[in-house]
């Protein structure tokens, strides 16, 4: 197979950068005026925004365990793009209750879903 020299390798498409008001296009996440400032964002959401308790518990081996049972219970496959007649590869598994609502129902197979992501990003917005 031989090599045209003379193309240009394809590009990513120029995309909206991710910082809010931003409207700069870049082939990253974000533009050059905003790429410094990411890494301090993650920190600072790692460091105040997220909750100790649920983080500490989506680390546990008893979500492990429940996690994959779920996976498996649903044969890998995103519920809600089954129900719409597609099948789609799962890459989470979701509380329907969420954790922060009822602490109790963490575990309940009954209270997870596999989803995609794309599925997941239009339930958590």
Request: charged share 35%; net charge positive.
């Amino acid at each position: 197979m031989q090599v045209n020299r003379n193309e240009t390798p394809k590009q990513k498409p120029l995309k909206p950068c991710r910082e809010i008001g931003c409207r700069n296009l870049t082939r990253k996440t974000y533009c050059k005026n905003h790429e410094k400032n990411k890494g301090e964002t993650m920190r600072n959401y790692n460091k105040y925004g997220r909750d100790p308790v649920v983080d500490s518990f989506y680390k546990s081996r008893a979500w492990q365990r429940v996690r994959r049972l779920a996976y498996e219970r649903d044969n890998g496959l995103c519920q809600r793009c089954k129900a719409n007649g597609h099948l789609v590869k799962a890459d989470v598994v979701h509380h329907i209750v969420e954790v922060k609502t009822d602490w109790d129902q963490r575990l309940e197979l009954d209270n997870l879903e596999s989803l995609c992501h794309s599925c997941h990003n239009k339930e958590h917005k």
